[in-house]
């Protein structure tokens, strides 16, 4: 055990048996059941503050009530746009609840393993009661943790999937739930594959070195007994065994086309951001050289970037760098180790860097709590306002160009096509050949062409800051397009519609 952890102080005054773990898990139950209740009382129907969301609701109907056909995106898969095939087989199994209650309850189900994780990792570690109520503290209100718990996507559920997959690393006992995670965790979020791969290594190579292969051979049983229904779901639905959500953006916004320096700056900014949101919590990550499994957890985190950096790094700073959200069970992994530590100096250097990074988090958390207020008014306001206009106005035979495809299939029966490609799978091949650059504008405007005239749109939905930053009406006139304004928001935030006719 020394090997994954170092030296371990003795619990404070508090006693390790099976009743009080449950005592703790229950209290951990309660504090999520009284958030739950008392947020869900304040704000009322739930309102999920990113588009994105919408796409995995929507598709949860369609695999629920509507049989795998989608009424909206003819002919492609519910699964085509989705990321973690786990959040929405979960949304999916709450449909009965109503669209956005069946996000909102997963949601917090997501919070409630997150915390009983940040416990459970507590627990392995030995920690006594105050260091477990700072952990759980930190955990939850750290950055913009609000908005990400709450933002209808599977970060809760990827930051709950990365805590346990460390704890059951450093604890090396319930292996067979160790193997089923590791199994499960690329299908929440496909980052999370390189970490059960580097903690599969761990605990095998020490199972290797104890000769006990029977263990190793449950656990690589274990781990693809997990993996292999969402491969084998994925590829027959998709012809994909992994995701291609992160190929569509990366195909769309085409930022490997940039010069070095430019996505330099771009990958820094989203780094140093996301290094604002947490605070003090970043000057953990030196002390994970400290003790094997931190080691790997570093290592994931370093490769975790240089992926992004290589491919998209941009995308690191969309939605309040939520993206980067999947290393905070790294940070806190090193941090209660530190808190750990059986020599005095580190132990109180530990509990003064926790009770930093909690006073840093809750002096910021109603700063990054109005991001999540914020988006909500987005999607009452912006969101919902047109598509029930588009769905009043627009005849449903007619074919609608979009680049948000959420809330506009959830909301109307139209007949979609998406320009970016996450539900309408050809733009990406599109976006791929003709975007050589994020500035490439005669190529934008090629790929544009071409989509329109493959999917034969009468209307076109842009959001201003899109039709601003990449000129998509402009291209689109500029390949013979002619485009009437039906619908114009004033301000410069908001949903401009046209109908759209070959010149």
């Given at each position: 055990m020394n090997v994954f952890v170092g030296s371990l102080r003795h619990p404070v005054g508090s006693a390790t048996g099976p009743r009080t773990s449950l005592v703790l898990y229950l209290l951990g139950a309660g504090l999520v059941l009284t958030l739950f209740v008392a947020i869900t009382a304040l704000y009322g129907h739930p309102l999920l503050p990113i588009d994105d969301a919408y796409i995995t609701v929507h598709d949860a109907q369609v695999l629920m009530l509507h049989g795998g056909h989608d009424p909206n995106y003819l002919g492609v898969s519910p699964l085509d746009g989705e990321t973690s095939l786990v959040h929405l087989a979960l949304v999916a199994l709450f449909i009965p609840l109503g669209g956005e209650w069946a996000s909102y309850v997963v949601s917090w189900l997501a919070?409630?393993?997150?915390?009983?994780?940040?416990?459970?990792?507590?627990?392995?570690?030995?920690?006594?009661?105050?260091?477990?109520?700072?952990?759980?503290?930190?955990?939850?209100?750290?950055?913009?943790?609000?908005?990400?718990?709450?933002?209808?996507?599977?970060?809760?559920l990827a930051m709950a999937t990365g805590v346990w997959l460390l704890a059951l690393a450093l604890e090396r006992e319930h292996l067979i739930w160790f193997g089923l995670l590791c199994g499960t965790a690329p299908f929440v979020r496909p980052e999370l594959g390189l970490l059960s791969v580097l903690l599969i290594g761990v605990v095998g190579w020490q199972l290797v070195r104890a000769r006990d292969y029977r263990d190793l051979a449950l656990v690589l049983i274990a781990a693809v007994v997990a993996a292999a229904p969402w491969l084998l779901w994925s590829g027959l639905a998709t012809g994909h065994l992994l995701p291609t959500t992160i190929s569509a953006k990366a195909a769309w916004f085409a930022e490997q086309g940039l010069p070095t320096s430019i996505k330099r700056h771009v990958f820094w900014l989203a780094f140093w951001n996301f290094g604002r949101q947490v605070g003090p919590l970043l000057l953990v990550a030196p002390f994970l050289l400290a003790f094997l499994v931190g080691r790997v957890a570093l290592f994931f985190g370093l490769a975790f970037y240089g992926v992004y950096f290589y491919r998209y790094s941009e995308e690191l700073s969309f939605y309040f760098y939520r993206y980067q959200y999947v290393l905070i069970p790294v940070l806190l992994v090193g941090l209660a180790w530190l808190v750990a530590r059986s020599s005095r100096l580190w132990r109180g250097a530990g509990l003064l860097l926790a009770s930093a990074s909690l006073v840093f988090a809750l002096v910021t958390f109603s700063g990054h709590w109005a991001a999540w207020t914020g988006s909500r008014k987005f999607t009452a306001t912006q969101l919902r306002p047109v598509a029930e206009w588009a769905d009043a106005h627009i005849p449903k035979t007619a074919v609608v160009m979009i680049h948000d495809a959420g809330y506009i299939s959830f909301g109307s029966d139209l007949h979609l096509v998406d320009l970016v490609g996450l539900k309408t799978p050809v733009a990406v091949e599109l976006n791929k050949r003709d975007i050589a650059a994020e500035t490439d504008w005669p190529g934008r405007a090629n790929a544009l062409g071409s989509f329109a005239r493959l999917e034969h749109p009468q209307y076109l939905i842009v959001l201003k800051g899109w039709d601003y930053d990449f000129g998509i009406t402009q291209a689109l006139r500029l390949k013979g397009w002619r485009l009437t304004a039906l619908r114009v928001v004033s301000g410069p935030v908001g949903y401009n519609v046209y109908a759209m006719a070959p010149s």
């Open positions: 919070i409630l393993a997150y915390v009983l994780g940040v416990i459970r990792l507590t627990r392995v570690l030995k920690l006594g009661f105050i260091g477990m109520a700072l952990m759980v503290g930190i955990a939850i209100t750290t950055g913009a943790m609000g908005y990400q718990l709450l933002n209808g996507l599977e970060t809760g």
